[in-house]
C-alpha cells in the first residue's frame, strides 16, 4: 500500500506562483510512476504532469512551459511549481501513484484557487 498526503493548496494571484508537495509513504519501493491530476468543478479528472517509470517527466499541454514537476527521492516527496496561474487552473489538485502491479492510489487533494 502507497500513501499519498498533498499539501500547499490555497489562493493564488494570477501571474503569482505556488508549489504543492506531495509526500508518499507506505510501499514507496513498489511505485512505478507517480504525478498530478486535477478536478475543476463540474468536469472531470484531467492529468497534469506526472514523472516516467524511466524518471522522465510529461506535461499535458495547458500547463507546458508554466508548471514544472520534481521530486525529492531523500524526502519521497513530489512537487508541482505552478508559475503564471490563470484562472482556468482552479481545481482541487490530487496527487497519484501506480505501482508495478498497476494499483493506483489518490492523495484526498488540494485546492487551488486562481480568482479571476
Known amino acids: 500500500q502507497v500513501q499519498l498526503v498533498e499539501s500547499g493548496g490555497g489562493l493564488v494571484q494570477a501571474g503569482g506562483s505556488l508549489t504543492l508537495s506531495c509526500a508518499a509513504s507506505?510501499?514507496?519501493?513498489?511505485?512505478?510512476?507517480m504525478g498530478w491530476y486535477r478536478q475543476a468543478p463540474g468536469k472531470q479528472r484531467e492529468w497534469v504532469a506526472h514523472?516516467?517509470?524511466?524518471?522522465?517527466?510529461t506535461y499535458a499541454d495547458s500547463v507546458k512551459g508554466r508548471f514544472t514537476i520534481s521530486r525529492d527521492n531523500a524526502k519521497n516527496t513530489v512537487y508541482l511549481q505552478m508559475s503564471s496561474p490563470k484562472p482556468e487552473d482552479t481545481a482541487v489538485y490530487y496527487c497519484?501513484?501506480?505501482?508495478?502491479?498497476?494499483?493506483?492510489?489518490w492523495g484526498q487533494g488540494t485546492q487551488v484557487t486562481v480568482p479571476l
Open positions: 497519484n501513484a501506480v505501482d508495478r502491479d498497476y494499483r493506483t492510489y
Open positions: 514523472f516516467t517509470s524511466g524518471g522522465s517527466t
Open positions: 507506505g510501499s514507496i519501493f513498489s511505485i512505478n510512476t
